[in-house]
């Protein structure tokens, strides 16, 4: 089993060698690191190059900025039967790749993920789980570099979503719902870990803003695909617990603009 990983990267350099000192470090050897540097300055390729020896790297850069535009670059060269997407400021355990895949290989997964923790403080904000996973477990559990799915060359990134776009999140989500279907099964990697900073910033109400505009954009997106009214009903379950936090939070204008970003997002998306 040979794993693809995916970085695109913009802004971050130390970050980036701290990435691959840990991928050096790994139990695992069978992997590729696709790094698509959408940076004007060189200092990345400098570092691929003290690396490139200790394991295999495809180094590209890039003129057009945008996450799910550079991740489908990679995706069209990635050779591995899974992908992961370890983001430019996060590291692996060094037993990440092996604990996956045998997570694959003994459970028969469709996909896996990873518990998180915080490199500073090790505070565990992803949780294990000792239970099989499921499609509606994704928007709850899955952030890109927590997860690792079997390649589909068939499915893409929408440009529309993640960073760099107008719905500035769910794009993971989306790819996932995606590539799976509602007989997947997957789980945890029970004893691996990825170290990302923990999002401290929870409650900033513009952040909501841009992250309500993309999760309500997959939602759309998810229904215009499937015609599930399933789909619609747990859109409307969120839109009714932020309205309740509204009502009840001492916070109001974080779940306020979460609300609006979420409808907003979801009248506004069109399928390309």
């Not at 990983?5 to 992997?31: D, H, K, M, P, W």
């Not at 099964?185 to 513009?206: I, M, Q």
């Not at 789909?231 to 109001?252: C, D, E, M, P, T």
Request: aromatic content about 14%; some cysteine.
């Amino acid at each position: 089993m040979k794993f693809s990983l995916i970085t695109a990267t913009l802004g971050r350099v130390s970050e980036i060698e701290e990435l691959l000192i840990s991928l050096s470090a790994q139990t695992y050897r069978s992997f590729e690191l696709i790094l698509v540097d959408q940076n004007p300055h060189r200092l990345i390729e400098e570092i691929v190059q003290r690396y490139d020896s200790q394991f295999t790297i495809i180094y590209i850069r890039s003129d057009r900025k945008g996450l799910s535009y550079n991740r489908n670059i990679a995706l069209d060269v990635a050779t591995g039967e899974i992908v992961g997407y370890p983001d430019d400021d996060c590291t692996y355990s060094e037993n990440v790749l092996e604990d996956v895949k045998n997570s694959f290989t003994e459970n028969n997964f469709d996909f896996v993920l990873l518990k998180a923790n915080d490199p500073i403080t090790d505070f565990n904000f992803i949780t294990v789980e000792n239970r099989i996973l499921s499609k509606k477990d994704i928007i709850k559990k899955c952030i890109s570099y927590n997860v690792f799915t079997k390649l589909n060359k068939n499915i893409n990134f929408d440009v529309q979503l993640g960073v760099g776009s107008f719905f500035g999140s769910g794009e993971e989500t989306d790819y996932m719902w995606a590539v799976l279907n509602d007989k997947s099964r997957g789980g945890f990697a029970k004893n691996a870990t990825v170290y990302h900073p923990a999002n401290l910033s929870s409650k900033d109400s513009e952040r909501a803003y841009k992250y309500g505009l993309g999760f309500g954009a997959i939602f759309k997106k998810e229904y215009l695909r499937t015609k599930k009214l399933s789909v619609l009903l747990q859109f409307y379950k969120y839109l009714l617990r932020s309205a309740g936090g509204i009502l009840l939070s001492g916070n109001k204008k974080f779940y306020y603009k979460t609300l609006i970003g979420r409808i907003k997002g979801y009248l506004n998306f069109r399928i390309n």
